[in-house]
C-alpha cells in the first residue's frame, strides 16, 4: 500500500535495498528526511550528487577514493614498512584502517573463490596481485575464516611460491576481551595451535 506519492514510494524503495535498512527503517529514514528538509535532505542530495561524480576505485589496489592511485598507494610513507595486507572487500581495508594497523598498503580482492557461486580466480584481482607482489617483503592474507577465504588463501599462496615474497596469514584465536567458555571449538583448536610464548 503507498503511503506517499511516486516520487517517496521510489525514495522508501531504494533506501530499503541499502544494507542494514529494511522497507520498516527505508520508510522511518525517508519520512525523517522529509521532516528535515532544509537541513539534512538538500544537503543529503548535494553530497550523493558530488560523491557519484568525484568516486573512483583505485587501479592499483582496488580501494575506493575520489582519485586513483588512491590516497594510501600515492602515499610514500607506506612503502617504508613493505607490508601488503590481501582483503577480500574494502570494508576489510577500512576496518583495518580504523584499527591503525599501521603503515601499510592494500590488495582488494573483490570477493573469495566460490566454485558454487561461480567466482574462479579471473573474477578476483589475483593476477594484478602476483603482478605487485615483488615491491614486498610481506604479503599478509587478512582473508575471512570461512571455507572460501581459506581456499583463496591457499590459492594466492600457490601463485606467489617463487616470487622470493614472505606469506603470512593473521592469527586465528582467542578474541580480544573474550572468553574460553563462549568460543567454539573450532576456534578453540586453532587458538591452541597458534599458540604463542609469552
Ligand atoms: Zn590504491
Same mark, same amino acid.
Given at each position: 500500500?503507498?503511503?506517499?506519492?511516486?516520487?517517496? %514510494?521510489?525514495?522508501?524503495?531504494?533506501?530499503?535495498?541499502?544494507?542494514?535498512?529494511?522497507?520498516?527503517?527505508?520508510?522511518?529514514?525517508?519520512?525523517?528526511?522529509?521532516?528535515?528538509? %532544509?537541513?539534512?535532505?538538500?544537503?543529503?542530495?548535494?553530497?550523493?550528487?558530488?560523491?557519484?561524480?568525484?568516486?573512483?576505485?583505485?587501479?592499483?589496489?582496488?580501494?575506493?577514493?575520489?582519485?586513483?592511485?588512491?590516497?594510501?598507494?600515492?602515499?610514500?610513507?607506506?612503502?617504508?614498512?613493505?607490508?601488503?595486507?590481501?582483503?577480500?572487500?574494502?570494508?576489510?581495508?577500512?576496518?583495518? %584502517?580504523?584499527?591503525?594497523?599501521?603503515?601499510?598498503?592494500?590488495?582488494?580482492?573483490?570477493?573469495?573463490?566460490?566454485?558454487?557461486?561461480?567466482?574462479?580466480?579471473?573474477?578476483?584481482?589475483?593476477?594484478?596481485?602476483?603482478?605487485?607482489?615483488?615491491?614486498?617483503?610481506?604479503?599478509?592474507?587478512?582473508?575471512?575464516?570461512?571455507? %572460501?577465504?581459506?581456499?583463496?588463501?591457499?590459492?594466492?599462496?600457490?601463485?606467489?611460491?617463487?616470487?622470493?615474497?614472505?606469506?603470512?596469514?593473521?592469527?586465528?584465536?582467542?578474541?580480544?576481551?573474550?572468553?574460553?567458555?563462549?568460543?567454539?571449538?573450532?576456534?578453540?583448536?586453532?587458538?591452541?595451535?597458534?599458540?604463542?610464548?609469552?
Amino acid at each position: 500500500m503507498a503511503t506517499g506519492g511516486l516520487e517517496i %514510494e521510489q525514495l522508501i524503495m531504494l533506501l530499503a535495498r541499502l544494507p542494514g535498512l529494511g522497507p520498516r527503517s527505508a520508510r522511518r529514514a525517508v519520512l525523517h528526511l522529509i521532516k528535515k528538509k %532544509e537541513g539534512l535532505m538538500i544537503p543529503l542530495s548535494a553530497a550523493l550528487d558530488r560523491a557519484v561524480a568525484a568516486v573512483t576505485v583505485c587501479e592499483v589496489c582496488g580501494n575506493v577514493d575520489t582519485r586513483s592511485p588512491c590516497g594510501i598507494c600515492a602515499d610514500p610513507r607506506r612503502n617504508e614498512s613493505g607490508l601488503l595486507i590481501v582483503v577480500e572487500d574494502v570494508a576489510d581495508l577500512w576496518a583495518l %584502517e580504523r584499527a591503525g594497523v599501521g603503515a601499510v598498503k592494500y590488495h582488494v580482492l573483490g570477493g573469495v573463490l566460490s566454485p558454487l557461486d561461480g567466482v574462479g580466480p579471473d573474477d578476483l584481482a589475483i593476477d594484478s596481485l602476483v603482478h605487485r607482489a615483488g615491491e614486498f617483503s610481506e604479503i599478509v592474507l587478512a582473508v575471512n575464516a570461512t571455507v %572460501e577465504g581459506q581456499t583463496t588463501a591457499h590459492y594466492i599462496t600457490d601463485r606467489l611460491q617463487g616470487l622470493g615474497v614472505r606469506v603470512t596469514r593473521l592469527a586465528h584465536g582467542v578474541p580480544v576481551g573474550g572468553e574460553l567458555d563462549y568460543l567454539d571449538e573450532g576456534t578453540l583448536s586453532q587458538a591452541l595451535k597458534a599458540r604463542t610464548a609469552i
